[in-house]
């Protein structure tokens, strides 16, 4: 089965390049370490060339979904295993990995949604060293993501991308981890329902190194003008410490601060909450409606040119 070593990054398309590249450097506190002529703009949050891609778009949404595997090995187990399970394979184009500042790429689609998923190696490149300003982020956390066919879209996450679920909001949400990357999760699998029954992004998340992180970015977001959707609170599957804002466009960020961590052997089986605010909340905070309400799933077409493995 696939083994991963991490999420790599996150692609977005954003109405206004103008304004959210500041944003997502000022606000959230990335680094931007490249922008092409396009205006294209990598960012990243580590060691890594990127892990925020954002793209100029008509609609706001998510792009592609990538995830780092484990080492080059990993690729022909992949590329065995998702062709077994009838997926569409593209090698992507060495012109367009040089471009990404990536070696070897693969792309296929998601099923039920055509959302484009993206499984590399290596950077071509790495940006400079992350150097922390509004907030020290230690890592790109998590990407949720929700789905109208919720129960198929769980059953491919689990069964083809080799994900594995720690916890659960019994038929609303799957929290994943990418195997055997520790954390609790990596991917969210949602249930479309409490956004209006459509597939789209539910929010991105950041993992921060210091709880006063969180207590800085409450009163940031304050000053600043922007929207605040959830928390500060406390979730019960994962004892993250968390908190939601908007980006320009009305796609849902989070900040969150600790996180289980689970053993490659011998890990706990998975828990099922009941579907009841205390389940997402210990500390009684209860999320607005803008909450997880904007970003489409964007077309995958123009994403997967290349080679037909």
Known sequence: MIRYLKLGYVALGVTDLEKSVPFYRDVVGLQLNEQAEDGTAFFSCSDDHHNIVLYQSDTPGLKRVAWELEDENQFDVAIDHLKSAGLTLVDVAPDECRAGYQQRTIRFQEPTTGLCLELFCNQLKRGASYQPTVAK??????????????????????ETMNFRVSDGLDGFIAFMRCFPNPFHHTFGCGNALPRGGSNGLNHVNFMVSDMDDIGRAIYRMERLGVPVVFGPGRHPPSGSIFFYFLDPDGMTLEYSFGMEEFPEVGARKPRVLEPRPDSLDYWGAKPAPEFASTGAILDAAPQLVGTEL
């Open 137 to 158: 982020i230690a890592r790109l956390g998590h990407v949720v993501v929700s789905f109208e066919e919720w129960a198929t879209a769980l059953q491919f996450f689990k």
